[in-house]
């Protein structure tokens, strides 16, 4: 059974960073392209960031890009967000996901199959 375990999260100011990691065990890593979503309260969970299966197809929401860099290594099972100049409306709870179609690019959340338990980020003004 896939798990995805993600870590990283807590308390910054804004204009701060956080790297978040997402571990993940029980499949076949490389098969996966990879997202992170987060959701806010009272808000739907939304698409933040994509990495395909090679690392080399990167896709972000235009809220993030620029701030936001998503990247994988796939001899450890593992795929980090990097967040830097951090704003207030960043806060969410962030969830890494795992989507078996490489080629569709899918920022919908509903072509992820595989999800982590989500890892709390808060930003202060």
């Known amino acids: 059974q896939v798990q995805l375990v993600e870590s990283g999260g807590g308390l910054v100011q804004a204009g701060g960073s956080l790297r978040l990691s997402c571990a993940v065990t029980?499949?076949?890593?490389?098969?996966?392209?990879m997202g992170w979503f987060r959701q806010a309260p009272g808000k739907e969970r939304e698409f933040v960031a994509r990495?395909?299966?090679?690392?080399?197809?990167?896709t972000y929401t235009d809220s993030v890009t620029g701030r936001f860099t998503i990247s994988r290594d796939n001899a450890k099972n593992s795929v980090t967000l990097d967040m830097n100049s951090l704003k207030p409306e960043d806060t969410a709870v962030y969830y890494c996901?795992?989507?078996?179609?490489?080629?569709?690019?899918?920022?919908?959340?509903?072509?992820?199959?595989?999800w982590g338990q989500g890892t709390q980020v808060t930003v202060s003004s």
């Open positions: 990495i395909s299966r090679s690392g080399v197809t990167r």
């Open positions: 029980g499949g076949t890593f490389s098969g996966y392209a």
């Open positions: 996901a795992a989507d078996r179609d490489n080629m569709r690019r899918s920022t919908m959340r509903e072509d992820y199959v595989y």
